[in-house]
């Protein structure tokens, strides 16, 4: 499941960390395989502005769950310094910490932080490479294009051998491309047709295989809302006026469009504004509407059905899970506890952290 820290008004942001553990605990009881946390910043679209910090609280507080990150938005911090505290992680819980980057999407981060937006790309590229060369090499030394560190050996070492599994966010043909040549799995939203999704899976195969990796073993993540009800309406109509808040504050924290025309390096981003408008999904309610209609929201029998169809079309048996579109702590409870014993069970899936 996704832990979102996002902070609506009628929480204090005490509430919102004590839920938030809440429901991690929860988690870990139900035997749900892995929490991920969601670095932001100046934004009540959530609350967590370092998810390393509150992945060492997590983990500390449960006993068999991985915890992961999504993400590290890497540009705004250093690589050896991601090393250690990732390798700290993975010793401290004996393999259940997951780093998952990215590179960053709302432009005050880039500003506050003092960090050139147009060279993201090429920034967590650097720190990604810096990164998986301390796991395999034992040496930070790196000269490039934006960054050049000495002869320095970061320690502890990990855990996990040979290398911690690293994952990266990806919707857009280039960083699909890199992530492959890589052989990093993706976390990927689960919005948008199904023939697109497979076209980026059909992509990052054909890549990865040209660079020796076998995209069978690679484990993919797909990442949606996700709520029960007794019927599909009142389930939508539970969460409908939720999700246009959170929605609404993304869009106020995010890129503009005016931004990212200026934006090489988030051109697919642009397109995807442009293939909003060109939908007519132009109002917050219209976008809201489409997240819905492709997300994992319905009565039992159409949770099952979607997650059925969207395995068996992509092939991807990894799911994140976003279960606070309630806001409402008991009913979020409520909903992880339907998935684990009336949704889940169907698709094959069993309780078990260590799997």
């Known amino acids: 499941m996704m832990l979102t820290t996002a902070h609506p008004d009628h929480w204090t942001e005490t509430e919102v960390f004590d839920y938030t553990m809440d429901f991690a605990v929860e988690a870990d009881t139900l035997g749900y395989q892995s929490a991920w946390l969601l670095e932001h910043h100046f934004t009540r679209y959530g609350l967590c502005p370092n998810t390393l910090t509150m992945a060492g609280y997590v983990l500390g507080r449960t006993k068999r769950i991985k915890v992961g990150t999504a993400v590290v938005v890497l540009p705004l911090d250093h690589p050896i310094r991601i090393a250690e505290q990732t390798n700290l992680l993975d010793q401290l819980s004996h393999g259940r910490f997951v ?194 209609e492709h997300s994992v929201v319905g009565s039992v029998e159409d949770c099952v059905g979607k997650l059925e169809r969207v395995a068996e079309e992509t092939g991807v048996r990894n799911f994140l899970f976003g279960f606070e579109a309630t806001l409402d702590r008991d009913r979020v409870l409520d909903t992880m506890n339907t998935f684990a014993t009336e949704v889940l069970p169907r698709l094959g899936w069993k309780p078990d952290a260590e799997a």
């Open 99 to 292: 780093l998952g980057v990215g590179r960053g999407y709302f432009p005050r981060d880039f500003e506050a932080f003092g960090v050139d937006a147009g060279k993201s790309h090429v920034i967590q590229s650097e720190y990604v490479d810096i990164i998986r060369q301390i796991w395999r090499e034992g040496t930070a030394k790196w000269d490039g294009e934006t960054i050049t560190l000495p002869d320095v050996t970061p320690f502890p070492t990990q855990y996990t051998r040979p290398e911690p599994v690293m994952y990266g966010v990806g919707q857009s043909p280039s960083t699909i491309e890199w992530a492959a040549s890589r052989g990093l799995p993706l976390l990927m939203a689960l919005i948008g047709s199904m023939e697109a999704l497979r076209s980026n899976l059909d992509l990052y195969r054909e890549i990865a295989e040209s660079h020796g990796f076998d995209p069978e073993s690679i484990p993919h993540a797909l990442c949606s809302v996700a709520h029960v009800a007794a019927t599909t309406q009142q389930a939508r109509d539970d969460i409908f006026g939720n999700m246009a808040w959170w929605e609404q504050e993304h869009d106020n924290a995010a890129f503009t469009m005016e931004q990212l025309e200026k934006l090489p390096n988030y051109r697919f981003q642009y397109g995807e504004w442009q293939a909003a408008a060109l939908r007519g999904d132009r109002t917050n309610e219209d976008f809201t509407n489409y997240a819905l």
